[in-house]
């Protein structure tokens, strides 16, 4: 629900005591929600699987639950938000894009779900970062995107594992092809 990402967003501004970490955590969380990456997609990101220039974010087969590349477009949020975290990361030397706190690497499996506590803990709201894929999808079918596009951004093998999400289509979202 909309509430819950503003109340989740709150809790990012209002806790990360740091521009690097709040600029991370932002980050993170734009991913996940507008770009649909699983948790393991966005740990392993690499600052080399941006393209700024095309908008562009590709998930690469080594990374990937299905063990194959696919390439995501960023929306103009996503890309600045972006733009504004790599230039406060500047002096780390990782490849990883979503760097810890404490060493120059990748932020762990366990760092990633600490962050979740803590913002489950300051925001309210009980969710997992699953959650946001889920959301992405059904925004995206909200909207008028098809079940095509969207299996190919989620990076499903099969169809009917991208079909799940039409049970989440409210009636509004029906009642102009219904009309047609």
């Avoid at 039409?166 to 029906?174: D, G, I, S, Y």
Wanted: hydrophobic share 40%; with cysteine; proline share 1%.
């Amino acid at each position: 629900k909309k509430d819950a990402i503003e109340k989740i967003l709150t809790a990012i501004w209002n806790h990360s005591n740091e521009a690097f970490i709040l600029k991370r955590n932002l980050v993170i969380f734009h991913l996940l929600l507008f770009c649909g990456l699983r948790r393991g997609e966005l740990i392993f990101l690499q600052i080399r699987d941006f393209d700024l220039d095309n908008k562009t974010l590709t998930v690469r087969a080594e990374t990937s639950k299905v063990q194959r590349s696919r390439h995501i477009p960023l929306n103009s949020r996503v890309t600045l938000c972006l733009k504004d975290y790599l230039q406060t990361r500047k002096q780390l030397k990782t490849q990883y894009l979503i760097a810890s706190r404490s060493r120059d690497d990748r932020l762990s499996f366990d760092g990633l779900e600490h962050l979740v506590k803590r913002l489950k803990l300051h925001s309210g709201v009980n969710f997992h970062l699953h959650q946001l894929r889920h959301t992405f999808a059904v925004n995206f079918l909200n909207s008028g995107g098809d079940i095509a596009k969207l299996k190919q951004l989620l990076g499903h093998t099969n169809i009917t594992m991208t079909v799940q999400y039409l049970r989440c289509l409210p009636v509004r979202a029906m009642r102009a092809d219904v009309e047609n």
